[in-house]
């Protein structure tokens, strides 16, 4: 590991921004810029979760939305490894 936080309490990471800006992890790779991210958009109020260089998911109040304007992914629930839902 190249990072670690360590505390004998409770610990911690975090991410400043500006108010109208963005706030993220990042996991990139010889392939490119971006591969998976964790974002949080200040101005939209949105967390934002990426796989593959794609939008997978967003949080944004009490509304979670997947595959946004996709429409060759599909999305599944499971519980203990048994799907409840698929679509």
């Known amino acids: 590991d190249e990072l ?4 004998s309490g409770n610990s911690g990471l ?3 921004s500006v108010t109208s800006n963005v706030g993220a ?3 990139n790779d010889s ?3 971006e ?3 964790f974002k949080y958009n200040h101005a ?14 967003t949080w944004a109040g009490s509304e979670v939305v997947f ?8 999305f599944r629930i499971e519980s203990n490894a ?4 698929s679509l």
Request: overall charge negative; proline content about 0%; aromatic content about 2%.
């Open 35 to 37: 591969r998976g991210a």
């Open 4 to 7: 670690v936080v360590e505390g």
């Open 67 to 74: 595959n946004e304007n996709s429409l060759d992914q599909g």
């Open 82 to 85: 048994k799907v409840i839902c």
């Open 14 to 16: 975090s991410i400043l």
């Open 31 to 33: 392939g490119g810029n």
């Open 44 to 57: 939209a109020d949105q967390m934002q979760f990426k796989v593959a260089g794609n939008l997978v998911a």
């Open 25 to 27: 992890i990042h996991m």
